[in-house]
């Protein structure tokens, strides 16, 4: 158990649809990451927040945004869903991002969005 | 940003021992080596990381020559439960510009173990 939750496991939805997927890092993680996993494809980078900051971006789409509470919990909004949007969603926390630039990611076990 | 490069795919038996190597020519001085773990349909699982020389922990052995271009990642008495993709990772990239928060990760190694 990496100790990150990620709610909810899976998710089937309608093209055009909006959804929001939640993230809880570990406990004492300032950063969170997520990234997107299409089947048989590699993790794409999507956004990193460090305590509430947005700190690094990857390819996210316009119609993706994110952001990080005070309470360090993390929530990934996609709207306009389109069929390739489906795959799975993995949010990730560390406390990379302060001093400790070299902390691994903690992974959670993801968020599988079907989009029909 | 220092690229890496790993096979595809690699074979192996219950018991024997797997060696995967990764290649970093491009590899910066502040540069760490990391080593993840991923099961289908599960977030990857940090294995192993190291910086030179080597380093073993309960789960792997990472060897890395003095040059660090390139480092191995060493699984003994593989089981079937070892059957994953392992990524290699190397950073942090750009650490002044704040890039060090963006972990690429690659394609990975797709590993099988057989009976």
């Known amino acids: 158990d990496s100790g990150v939750t990620q709610t909810p496991k899976h998710l089937i939805t309608a093209t055009g649809q909006r959804v929001t997927l939640r993230c809880s890092p570990r406990?004492?993680?300032?950063?969170v990451y997520w990234y997107q996993q299409s089947l048989d494809q590699g993790l794409q980078f999507l956004i990193q927040?460090?305590?509430?900051?947005?700190?690094a971006k990857g390819n996210i789409l316009e119609r993706f945004s994110a952001q990080q509470f005070p309470d360090l919990h993390s929530e990934l909004n996609l709207s306009s869903l389109e069929l390739g949007d489906s795959a799975l969603y993995f949010c990730?926390?560390?406390?990379?991002?302060?001093?400790?630039?070299?902390?691994?990611?903690?992974f959670g076990n993801g968020t599988r969005l079907t989009v029909t | 940003l220092a690229k890496t490069t790993q096979p595809i795919s690699m074979d192996s038996y219950e018991g024997q021992e797997v060696n995967i190597t990764c290649s970093h020519n491009?590899?910066?001085?502040?540069?760490?080596i990391t080593w993840y773990q991923q099961f289908p349909s599960q977030g990857p699982r940090f294995i192993i990381q190291?910086?030179?020389t080597k380093v073993t922990n309960e789960v792997a052995s990472l060897f890395i020559p003095a040059d660090r271009k390139s480092s191995t990642l060493s699984l003994p008495r593989v089981s079937l439960s070892d059957t994953a993709v392992y990524y290699c990772?190397?950073?942090?990239?750009?650490?002044?510009?704040?890039?060090?928060?963006?972990?690429?990760f690659g394609a990975g190694t797709r590993l099988a173990v057989h009976p």
């Open positions: 406990s004492g993680d300032l950063s």
């Open positions: 990772l190397v950073g942090p990239d750009g650490f002044f510009s704040g890039g060090y928060n963006k972990l690429i």
């Open positions: 190291g910086y030179k």
């Open positions: 990730a926390s560390s406390t990379r991002g302060s001093s400790d630039i070299n902390s691994p990611l903690h």
């Open positions: 491009n590899i910066a001085t502040n540069d760490y």
């Open positions: 927040y460090y305590n509430g900051e947005e700190r």
